[in-house]
């Protein structure tokens, strides 16, 4: 099996495409991977470093927007995990033009490459963004989606293309949409990697408005996890949501990354709201559990300790990126 891997250099796909190659995945060991990625500021190939030299592994310099390019590299592919997005909801808010032209018309590009080519079958990674901001209880995959950010309203738009091309193609095509992810390799301009590797350098911290806003974590091995068992034994045309049972508010957060670095909250600054920004995601996992036997495995408290070890043990990793987060 040759699978085509969009945006595999980012900080969740790079997870998925380590674990395949560790054949962690029942159903897909001995894969070939094929990296396709335009390496945009999140993009990084270090992410890839531990497997580079794996000859299982290849990579491709792509954007998903370059139809003529995925024409030349679908044809041996036999399926495709798409992860390549632009990512970050406050960029979003800043300029959403680089959002609608990667998640939406870079999706329809893949989409429409892939039907031609014959691809077997296709995952699109979606978000629980796409269902909007819930005041109480959790979503079904059956939820109407009223996407608020600019990010999510794009990710719906990509969530909702996919779904035409299984409705009116019949594509084999199955879409997961995650709760919020934390994990190694996550680049340091989210909230996780900002704060852990702002407070072990003795720096402030921003905390957005009063703190109260809610979401629900997942360790990344769990998401990749999650996506493995959709792409195996998930049915076409259908939705998986995948998330974690942790539901933290970022004030809650802000005291676990305090403590688990020993700081206080004289480290933490008042930061404006976020424009638009949602009170609480939280996504009811039954589906997936039922028809796949998924469950979460990371406990958050072992997982974040061990993310806050790896920040203090990989610094050449974050470094550079922490300059390039603020240029870009
Ligand atoms: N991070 C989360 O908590 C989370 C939660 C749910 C869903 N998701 C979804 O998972 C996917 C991956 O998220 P991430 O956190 O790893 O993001 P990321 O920003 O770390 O990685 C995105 C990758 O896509 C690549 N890319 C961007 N534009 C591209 C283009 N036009 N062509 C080819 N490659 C391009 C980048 O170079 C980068 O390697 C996204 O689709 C995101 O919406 C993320």
Not at 78 to 92: G, I, L, N, P, Y
Not at 289 to 303: K, N
């Amino acid at each position: 099996m040759r699978i085509l891997v969009t945006g595999g250099a980012g900080f969740i796909g790079s997870n998925f495409v380590r674990r395949t190659l560790e054949d962690a995945y029942p159903g897909l060991e001995g894969a070939d991977v094929v990296v396709y990625d335009a390496l945009t500021y999140s993009g990084n190939l270090a992410n890839l470093a531990p497997v580079a030299g794996n000859p299982r592994y290849s990579f491709v310099h792509g954007d998903i927007r370059d139809r003529a390019l995925l024409e030349q590299v679908l044809p041996t592919i036999d399926t495709v995990v798409h992860f390549a997005a632009e990512s970050h909801v406050d960029r979003s808010v800043r300029d959403a033009g680089p959002f609608v032209d990667t998640n939406v018309v870079g999706t329809q590009r893949l989409l429409d490459a892939s039907l031609t080519a014959g691809v077997q079958r296709f995952l699109h990674v979606s978000t629980d963004e796409v269902y909007g901001s819930i005041a109480e209880g959790s979503w079904d995959e059956t939820r109407p989606l009223e996407p608020n950010s600019p990010y999510s309203a794009s990710k719906a738009g990509s969530d909702l293309l996919a779904r035409s091309y299984f409705r009116t193609h019949g594509m084999n095509l199955s879409i997961t949409r995650c709760s919020n992810n934390y994990g190694p390799y996550h680049f340091p301009e989210k909230v996780i990697p900002l704060f852990v590797t702002n407070l072990i350098d003795d720096k402030h911290v921003p905390l957005y408005g009063s703190g109260e806003n809610i979401r629900d974590w997942l360790h990344v091995d769990d998401h990749t996890r999650g996506i493995a068992l959709v792409l195996e034994g998930g049915r076409a045309g259908e939705i998986y949501n995948i998330g974690g049972g942790t539901e933290l508010s970022n004030r809650q957060l802000t005291q676990l990354l305090l403590d688990a670095t020993g700081k206080d909250w004289s480290y933490v600054d008042e930061a404006p709201d976020r424009k638009g920004h949602d009170l609480r995601y939280s996504v009811d996992i039954g589906k997936i559990r039922s028809e796949l036997g998924y469950e979460p495995r990371v406990p958050f408290e072992q997982g974040l300790a061990d993310v806050v070890q790896w920040y203090r043990d990989n610094r050449a990793w974050w470094e550079p990126l922490t300059a390039r987060a603020a240029l870009a």
